[in-house]
């Protein structure tokens, strides 16, 4: 069974901080997503990272995947109330198996102004 | 466009009484996921289709759940009978599986509670 720790379970913070979430697993992972939900709503893809090391931004967001592709990592940089939200990261298998994703529980970010 | 649509968005029922889920989903998409989310078990896949098929259905909790996916634009997730610790977030997603990737695109979901 592939598991998907995340850390840390809940961070409060003030607006401007920066601050990093992690996503951790002893699985390879044919690639990675990181979602954001917001209160009463699903899940909203932010970003996909396929490559062992690849970095990806987006905006204030920065995305690394883990070079051996069992880790992942999200960086917020000057954080922004907008940008509280359960943020979810979701490992995809490979071969056959790459539609099933593993949830990790998230990480509950409040940002407060 | 419309993203995926799910019905009806809250329900309360008592315990033994049958529950049904709508969903829709993203036009030209042609997978389905019905997931479960708690508080304590996060975000759980309960059933995957493929093309209107059933692929995956290892995540149905038991034989009170059944799901169906008669086109490609509806599918419906039954609880029969339902019970109290059913209670959760239903949640529909679908997705276009093209060259491997998988992104998932989420309706807003169903607060389901069992009395």
């Known amino acids: 069974t592939q598991l998907l720790e995340q850390s840390p379970q809940f961070l409060s913070i003030q607006e401007g901080e920066n601050l990093t979430v992690y996503c951790n697993s002893s699985s390879v992972f044919s690639s990675l997503q990181w979602y954001r939900q917001e209160p009463g709503e699903g899940p909203v893809l932010l970003v996909t990272?396929?490559?062992?090391?690849e970095v990806k931004k987006l905006k204030r967001l920065t995305f690394q995947f883990g070079d051996a592709r069992k880790d992942s990592s999200l960086h917020i940089t000057a954080a922004q109330p907008g940008d509280t939200g359960l943020y979810l990261c979701?490992?995809?298998?490979?071969?056959?198996?790459?539609?099933?994703?593993?949830f990790g529980k998230g990480t509950l970010l409040t940002v407060n102004p | 466009d419309a993203g995926v649509i799910q019905s009806p968005r809250h329900e309360v029922t008592e315990m033994g009484q049958e529950v049904t889920l709508r969903c829709k989903p993203i036009s030209g998409h042609n997978s389905l996921f019905w997931y479960r989310q708690t508080m304590m078990r996060g975000l759980e896949l309960l059933i995957y289709?493929?093309?209107?098929?059933?692929?995956?259905d290892s995540g149905m909790p038991e034989d009170r759940f059944s799901a169906k996916m008669p086109n490609a634009s509806f599918s419906t997730l039954k609880i029969q009978p339902s019970e109290p610790r059913d209670s959760a977030v239903y949640f529909c997603?679908?997705?276009?599986?093209?060259?491997?990737?998988?992104?998932?695109?989420f309706g807003p979901g169903t607060r389901l509670t069992v009395l």
């Open positions: 990272v396929v490559t062992g090391g």
């Open positions: 979701a490992g995809a298998g490979s071969g056959g198996s790459n539609y099933k994703l593993t």
């Open positions: 289709f493929n093309n209107n098929v059933p692929i995956d």
């Open positions: 997603a679908s997705s276009l599986a093209v060259l491997g990737r998988n992104e998932q695109f």
